[in-house]
């Protein structure tokens, strides 16, 4: 048997090195599949990010129709508190005319009128 100068002879070289080769190609495997996991993951996420993204849209679309809606609904409202309040005055005028009876109703009316013109301003 051969001996180096660091006293191990190349047969226990030549082992050694096997052996780091071994760990360095089991390491280099490790590498990869964690490489090919993060690869994958990163796929994955991207897809992920990808559909929610088309999901808020969605949710946006969906929120600016209800924003619309609730637009066309106040106006409407609106319309309708202006077509009773005229209502109102016309039938204030009517029946604070005829009796006592006609006069209560006007008074009644009146606030209605009223109450129609504080809710404007949450139409």
């Known amino acids: 048997m051969k001996t180096t100068g660091l006293g191990k002879i190349l047969e226990q070289w030549c082992q050694e090195i096997q052996e780091e080769n071994i760990k360095a190609d089991r390491w280099e495997r490790k590498f990869q599949e964690t490489q090919m996991r993060n690869e994958t993951l990163e796929k994955t996420s991207l897809g992920m990010i990808k559909q929610m993204k088309r999901r808020v849209e969605e949710l946006e679309k969906t929120l ?35 009796s006592d009876r006609g ?9 209605i009128k009223a109450l ?7 139409v």
């Open 64 to 98: 600016q129709n209800c924003e619309m809606r609730i637009e066309f609904l106040e106006a409407k409202v609106a319309d309708c508190l202006q077509t009773l309040a005229v209502q109102t005055d016309i039938l204030n005028v009517k029946y604070e005319l005829e």
């Open 116 to 122: 129609s013109v504080r809710a404007n301003p949450y």
């Open 103 to 111: 006069q209560e109703l006007a008074s009644l009316l009146r606030k």
